[in-house]
Structures are given as C-alpha cells and as structure tokens.
C-alpha cells in the first residue's frame, strides 16, 4: 500500500510541475504578444505584434528621422493592419502618455477587410492618447483610446485598446 501511494504522490507531484505557467518573474505571464482594441462594435486582435525604435540620425536631411521613435505594427486576423507611432526628443521612451497631439505621436488602421479604407488619428484633435505602461529592453507594453477618422466613413470610437509586443532597436 505504501509504494501505491509514494507512486500517485509521485504522479500528482510530477504533473504539477509539469503544468507550471511561464513568468517573468513578476507573476504574470508574457508570453502572449498582442494588440486588441473595440473598434465600434467590432472588436479587433492582432497576434505577435513588433515594436522597433529607431535610432535618431542627425545627419538624416529628413526631419522626421532626426529623432527617436517607436513604431508598433501588427495585423488582425482579417487582414486589417494597425500601426503606432512614438516620438521622443531623446532615449530612452519611459512609461507615460503619448498624446498624438505631440509631433510624431499617431495610429493607423488601414481596413483591408472591409472597406479598404485608412482610418487615422489626427493631430489637431485632441483626446487620442497611447500610454506605455511598462517598458523594459524586451518588452512594451500600454493602453490607447480616442477617435480615428476616415476620409469617407466618419470617426470611430477607439476603446479599451492595450498592446504587448517584443521590442527591438534598430539605426536608420
């Protein structure tokens, strides 16, 4: 009877171990890299998203390239494409909001399954914000909301967007 029980101890304990969820040592998991967004009343996902910061080039005769920025891209499930756009006066980008208000702060959905359509943010307008919430030398993550517009189908509401995604730094 003793070696029954010293096996199914045995069993349980190995089985345990073996259905361990993966961390980063904070207690939750980040395996899962995403963008997820309620567009309207359709809901959007995009699964393994990129981040890459670009080096700024001061040499560069092209404005945009003489600071840093951030652009995270990723594409839904039907074919839509979504991208973001950080800028920053200098490195590192730290947690906080980006309204794209600031110059080179934007996000842009283009439609491909539906009406072929790219909605964008606009700077003019305020109320559109991307806030990184965690960043290290791996990962950013953050939230977002506001409204997007189209040139023919009006504005749409942006909520409870949030993004996770692998970072990587490259020079331009």
Do not use: H, W
């Amino acid at each position: 009877m003793r070696i029954i029980v010293t096996a199914l101890l045995g069993a349980i304990m190995m089985l345990g171990i073996s259905c361990a969820k993966t961390t980063n040592g904070n207690g939750d998991a980040t395996d899962r890299k995403f963008i997820s967004m309620k567009m309207g009343s359709r809901i959007q996902l995009s699964e393994n998203p990129k981040a890459t910061v670009f080096l700024a080039d001061p040499t560069s005769e092209n404005p945009d390239d003489q600071y840093p920025s951030m652009q995270i891209t990723g594409t839904t499930y039907t074919g839509d494409y979504v991208t973001f756009t950080l800028a920053v006066p200098e490195l590192p980008f730290k947690p906080g909001a980006y309204p794209v208000t600031n110059t080179g702060n934007s996000m842009t959905v283009y439609m491909a399954s539906t009406t072929g359509e790219t909605l964008k943010t606009d700077p003019a307008a305020a109320g559109f914000t991307i806030t990184i919430t965690q960043i290290n030398s791996q990962f950013v993550e953050g939230t977002f909301s506001g409204t997007i517009s189209g040139s023919s189908s009006g504005s749409t509401n942006v909520q409870d967007g949030t993004f996770r995604a692998v970072l990587q730094y490259k020079s331009r």
